[in-house]
């Protein structure tokens, strides 16, 4: 019987660089990684303020998609990952900068990491991926290892968006289909309503100081140990900063686009006809680049991309 632990999930789903890049957010390739890396990045360094002589903690790194366009933005990084497969691409992908700490996660733990040593802290796209009991011990981690004043990104699927039901949906139809003499897959995707997320973070110990729900996202931003003047005033800034942190309606419909390019319910040609209309907008841009990836990524599905054709 296979080993099918989150380490051995992650490990044979990052056996290479690509695959790695494929697993994190399906990038099929280095453009489209370091585009969506770049919008995440900025995303978090609004959120959390991020100040050049940060210590910023990564739960999940993967390929370190995200940290490689983080890293010069702050005094340190540290990395985090259950898989080491995932820990030796990171490592590749960010050689040459001397500000990096790589751990392997050994259980539901930052045990490695000491209290009140991190000054920012974020988990993007990983979360969704583990049993709620890991998801809220981990947040509680982040409530021990965060300096008091602290602050912390995080974020889960959306059930109760209308986009995000349909992600859900494709889990359950996918269930559906499959062995049930089989465990569900332990890194599947897993959903939360505001409500429940929100509880999550405060009973770990956080301070819930916005939670962005207008997408098939939750985003929370947390902190720990602040006062009511602190509160108060990141709460206006992030209200004030939204617009350069959440994730539009948007970006969820062409998310969406991308989901059912994905599973096959929509060619790319197609999706890419859609966004030409909106190549105005920073949303429609980002994800042309990533559909394209796709494509290119998979020829013999698709057929050749356009700029390959003969």
């Known amino acids: 019987m ?11 789903r990052s056996a290479d660089d ?18 969506t890396g770049q919008r995440a990045a900025n995303a978090i360094a609004e959120a959390v303020e991020l100040q050049p002589d940060d210590v910023i903690l990564e739960l999940g790194c993967g390929a370190a998609r995200i940290g490689r366009e983080l890293i010069a933005r702050c005094g340190h990084y540290v990395g985090t990952d259950i898989s080491p497969n995932m820990i030796r691409v990171a490592g590749r992908r960010l050689a040459g900068h001397d500000n990096v700490r790589l751990e392997v996660l050994e259980r ?11 000054d920012k802290a974020y988990s993007v796209a990983v979360l969704c991926h583990m049993d709620k009991e890991d998801l809220f011990l981990y947040l509680s981690e982040f409530a021990r290892v965060l300096k008091p ?52 973070a405060e009973r770990a110990g956080l301070d819930v100081l916005v939670c962005f729900r207008d997408s098939p996202w ?22 004030e900063q939204r617009a350069a942190i959440a994730y539009t309606p948007m970006f969820g419909q062409l998310f969406l686009d991308c989901i059912r390019v994905i599973y096959g ?18 949303e429609a841009r980002l994800y042309h680049t990533h559909i394209q990836g796709l494509w290119e990524q998979d020829p013999d599905r698709y057929g050749p991309p356009p700029d390959t054709e003969e």
């Open 218 to 239: 939750l985003q929370l931003v947390v902190g720990r140990d602040l006062d009511a003047a602190t509160r108060a005033g990141h709460r206006l800034r992030l209200a």
């Open 2 to 12: 296979s080993d099918t632990s989150y380490r051995a999930v992650w490990d044979r």
């Open 265 to 282: 319910d929509l060619h790319p040609l197609t999706a890419l006809s859609r966004l030409e209309a909106l190549s105005e907008y920073p």
């Open 18 to 35: 690509l695959a790695a890049l494929e697993a994190v957010d399906n990038s099929g390739s280095e453009a489209v990684a370091q585009a």
């Open 149 to 200: 004043g602290g602050l912390a990104y995080i974020e889960t699927w959306n059930l109760a968006d209308p986009v995000g039901w349909e992600r859900w949906m494709y889990e359950v139809n996918f269930w559906k289909r499959s062995d049930h003499a089989q465990r569900k897959d332990v890194a599947r995707n897993q959903f939360c309503v505001a409500e429940e997320f929100q509880l999550y």
């Open 108 to 118: 539901t733990s930052l045990s490695m990491i000491d209290d009140e040593s991190i």
